[in-house]
């Protein structure tokens, strides 16, 4: 069973960065696809960025030109720089994998970590 960690998580100003990792249990070389995801209360998660295992990138739109997802094969890890930061990227961050097809659909994702928390606030 694949196992993932997130990482990374804080708090930061409008405008601020970070950048969330994720660990993969098994190669990330070798992974179908991989997305990130992100949800806060009460409303479904939504996909923010995946990465399909031929370097095929989607983004939402209201994230594009300021996050990017990357992975480092040599590390089982997945990464989420997040520049520009917005009150409304607020939310619970989550990673996946096991996609039956790589979009940004969460019900097409089967192993989830157990999310990282991500707060941006004067």
């Known amino acids: 069973q694949v196992q993932l960690a997130e990482s990374g998580g804080g708090s930061v100003p409008p405008g601020g960065s970070l950048r969330l990792s994720c660990n993969v249990s098994?190669?990330?070389?070798?992974?179908?696809?991989l997305g990130w995801f992100r949800q806060t209360p009460g409303k479904q998660r939504e996909g923010v960025a995946t990465l399909a295992d031929i370097e095929r990138t989607t983004y939402v739109y209201s994230v594009k030109g300021r996050f990017t997802i990357s992975k480092d094969i040599s590390k089982n890890t997945l990464y989420l720089q997040m520049n520009n930061l917005k009150p409304e990227d607020t939310a619970m961050y989550y990673c996946a994998t096991e996609a039956l097809t790589c979009t940004t659909h969460e019900s097409y994702f089967g192993a989830w970590g157990q999310g990282t928390q991500v707060t941006v606030s004067s």
């Open positions: 098994v190669s990330a070389a070798s992974t179908y696809c």
